[in-house]
RNA sequence: CGGAGCGUAGCGCAGCCUGGUAGCGCACUACACUGGGGGUGUAGGGGUCGCAGGUUCAAAUCCUGCCGUUCCGACCA
């Protein structure tokens, strides 16, 4: 959506707030993204919220390519079922629980298994309505005893679950694939490298539990690596109908593992070899057969007629610590350098001198010309000064700007800045005009 | 939950030790000059000093309790 900044609401600071140690809680702050509401709780203002929104967007539209399908789920949820589980108990203080006005137990769901499996134990009765992977993006709570870093260790967070329903461990595999193939291209899409790690599979064990986990030095977990995995092709142009072992396998061929699960002295490959990082984890996938369908009593109808609990298997993806993920992995001294898939506008039109008529015309041709070709356009009208107008759409990332003040339009020559690259060059105002009237993904015109 | 900080204007901070008219920078308002990397000047507005007790003639300052928040650790998507 393109926006004029006069009619924004983008409050950026100049200073750094005090409480943000690591870099994108402090660009989030600064660029006006975000405001903490209490610990590890925050407001999401427009141009966070616009983020937020493209994130979201990626997610799902990558869930329907692989077949799930969205419902939502409500975030307050009644006790009952948590105690069917077994897990009210279990759950301990991050949980955060409230009585309504009739004194009922009710809890702010920190993830959503019962629920789910309360949906398909009331309407799946058959194998034959199976396979089936419902998810939902929906706020969730947890009540850590310590947020921090932001977005990325809140206690509220907005969240991706997908939950599969199988009958049998082997068809479960068969839905795990289809949403690990689903991931590699979700962070594609975000110009993420997220390396699949093997972890922890609880009291299920075998081998179908994987984190995604993006590279960067203030992650919080420390990652062990093949070094091979720095120039792997992440990008997975794959067919969810066809088999997906031999794809599994060769992105899980590699050595790649969290801390928790490295054995320095049990280690397979040469230390010549491996690779030590930081990481953030932005998925994890595990299957955990049918812990919940069987104590909750979710089961179906084999094709011998006898009852068989639903295998079932959960995808996250840390939405909104995402938007936080990203900035981490890219961004500089000046500010965040978002991707363009996800930035809150593709291009900006910096309007050096409003009031200048040149300026203000062209100015207006190109933002008219933005809008009519769909592209995400931020038109700076505003009468800050050129260092301040620069500087900031540099501290918000956005990845192409387009410079034009009354000095270079005498001699008829806008200014075109690459974000990512930090190349700036000159051109004509009306090559200005062909680059930003071009279909589809803006790329740096061939200059003369 | 263990350990350590910090709470003074929207933001960042000084003042507290040694009690006596609440300050600075940024931001904000008005005007002027400016305008190619967070510009300059002039004139303004804005704070029950986190809350509650206590000591004192007098508390931002000293004492006690509480609350909030941040960092390190343990824990976690």
């Not at 301990?92 to 499996?117: C, I």
């Not at 898939?341 to 010309?369: E, M, Q, R, W």
Request: charged share 25%; net charge negative.
């Amino acid at each position: 959506m393109h926006m004029k900044l006069s009619n924004y609401f983008l409050p950026v600071l100049k200073e750094n707030p005090k409480d943000a140690q690591i870099a994108s809680h402090r660009l989030m702050l600064r660029a006006g993204m975000i405001q903490q509401s209490s610990a590890g709780i925050y407001s999401w203002l427009p141009l966070g919220l616009k983020v937020l929104s493209k994130i979201e967007q990626i997610v799902r539209e990558e869930q329907d390519k692989a077949g799930a399908l969205e419902i939502k789920m409500p975030t307050i949820q009644p006790a009952e079922i948590w105690q069917e589980s077994g897990r009210y108990d279990d759950y301990g203080l991050e949980m955060l629980r409230v009585k309504d006005r009739h004194d009922r137990d009710m809890l702010y769901g920190p993830t959503n298994e019962e629920q789910v499996t309360d949906i398909c134990r009331t309407h799946i009765r058959s194998y034959r309505s199976l396979p089936l992977n419902l998810y939902h993006i929906q706020w969730k709570f947890r009540d850590e005893v310590r947020p921090r870093f932001g977005v990325m260790r809140g206690r509220e967070f907005l969240m991706k679950d997908a939950y599969s329903f199988d009958n049998s461990a082997e068809a479960a595999r068969v839905a795990y694939n289809k949403m690990f193939v689903c991931y590699l291209k979700t962070f594609a899409r975000m110009e993420l490298t997220a390396i699949p790690m093997e972890a922890d599979t609880g009291p299920i064990g075998g081998d179908m539990s994987h984190e995604f986990i993006i590279l960067a030095d203030t992650g919080e977990s420390g990652v062990y690596f093949h070094k091979d995995w720095m120039n792997k092709n992440l990008v997975a142009d794959i067919d969810y109908d066809a088999d997906l072992e031999p794809v599994i396998k060769k992105f899980t061929e590699l050595y790649a593992r969290t801390d928790e699960k490295h054995e320095p002295d049990n280690c397979p490959i040469d230390v010549s070899e491996l690779i030590q990082k930081r990481g953030i984890e932005v998925g994890h996938i595990f299957y955990f057969g049918t812990k919940y369908s069987h104590a909750m009593g979710a089961s179906v109808s084999g094709a011998d007629g006898k009852p068989v609990d639903l295998h079932m298997g959960s995808y996250g993806i840390g939405v909104s610590r995402l938007v936080g993920g990203i900035i981490e992995a890219s961004h500089d001294e000046k500010g965040i350098i978002w991707p363009e898939s996800v930035a809150p506008f593709t291009v900006a039109i910096v309007n050096l001198k409003p009031g200048h008529g040149t300026a203000d015309a062209l100015s207006k041709k190109l933002y008219d010309a933005a809008i009519m070709n769909g592209h995400d356009c931020l038109y700076d009208d505003s009468s800050e000064s050129a260092g301040a107008k620069l500087a900031t759409m540099d501290l918000i990332g956005i990845p192409w700007q387009l410079v034009l003040g009354p000095r270079g339009l005498e001699k008829n020559i806008v200014e075109l800045k690459h974000r990512k690259s930090g190349k700036t060059i000159e051109i004509t105002a009306e090559l200005a005009y062909s680059f930003i009237s071009s279909k589809g993904s803006l790329t740096l015109p061939e200059t003369a």
